[in-house]
């Protein structure tokens, strides 16, 4: 392994072991089943979460959040009923592709899908339309139990702003980083929990369902580094000087808070002399 491999790595581990003893666990996926959680990663694509919640409700009132209700909704009623997470019509589609997947190969039983291995599950769902790696993996971590770290766009801001990653870096890549990083370790012990830690999610049955040492590592991770780019590492503002992982910034808080806000500044520039030189 190369030394900048062992680097990243380190850097992983740290930034775990410093947010789980700080803030603890995150509750995710808030969803009392794991269709519940299956539909929440599809609607979840290109939207807020708060936006799939308002959408989730809608469905839970309709109690739609079974594959049997989803198959026998009319497409029109559930596009309305998921409206509220955006591209309402794609998503509905994509929906009823997935009961018709599970019926097809698992005569309707999600459990018996999430049964499947890891591997051969995971060509699976990458196999569907608009499934890509993120709502793929999503599944299987967090409606499956599966051994399998998400990398989304708060995870790749986080880890490169750290230089444990380059800006050019794939989702696969950043995935077996964190992976090897963590394969070893134990979900962070109980201890008191920093005051100002970010809300977290009430328990829900499938955050506290029972779950390997490694899926729950990747579990509370993912969760971690979604708190972080929420309240301290976002794209335009970071808040690097009261940031829980400012001390582990390679140039230290404050030089790097001025080396994002500058590049953010020149791309703002060139951007605007592209516009109109148009």
């Known amino acids: ?5 062992h680097a990243a790595q380190d850097t992983v581990r740290a930034i775990y072991r410093t947010l789980a003893s700080a803030w603890g666990p995150q509750h995710w996926w808030p969803a009392e089943t794991p269709f519940e959680v299956i539909v929440g990663a599809i609607l979840t694509q290109n939207t807020s979460w708060t936006n799939v919640e308002k959408a989730i409700a809608n469905l839970r009132t309709a109690d739609a959040l079974g594959v049997e209700k989803v198959r026998a909704l009319p497409l029109l009623e559930l596009e309305r009923l998921i409206r509220p997470s955006g591209y309402f019509r794609q998503k509905a589609a994509r929906l009823k592709q997935f009961v018709a997947y599970v019926d097809e190969r698992y005569a309707g039983s999600v459990a018996s899908m999430l049964t499947t291995p890891l591997l051969p599950l995971r060509t699976e769902l990458l196999a569907l339309k608009g499934i890509g790696p993120e709502t793929a993996d999503s599944i299987l971590l967090y409606a499956g139990h599966h051994p399998i770290f998400v990398v989304d766009a708060y995870t790749r801001r986080v880890l490169e702003r750290h230089e444990a990653i380059g800006v050019n870096a794939k989702y696969e890549e950043i995935r077996v980083l964190v992976e090897s990083a963590l394969h070893d370790v134990t979900p962070a012990a109980g201890g008191e929990l920093a005051s100002n830690r970010p809300t977290v999610h009430t328990p829900s049955a499938m955050s506290m369902a029972t779950r390997g040492t490694q899926a729950q590592v990747f579990n509370e991770v993912h969760g971690l580094f979604v708190q972080l780019g ?14 829980p992982l400012g001390h582990l910034l390679p ?4 030089q ?3 080396r994002v806000n500058g590049t953010l500044h020149r791309t703002s520039r060139v951007r ?7």
């Open 1 to 5: 392994m190369k030394k900048r491999d």
């Open 230 to 243: 929420k309240h301290y590492c976002s794209k335009s503002s970071p808040k690097c000087e009261v940031c």
């Open 251 to 254: 140039l230290g808080a404050a």
């Open 256 to 258: 790097h808070k001025n």
């Open 272 to 278: 605007k002399t592209q516009r109109a030189s148009a």
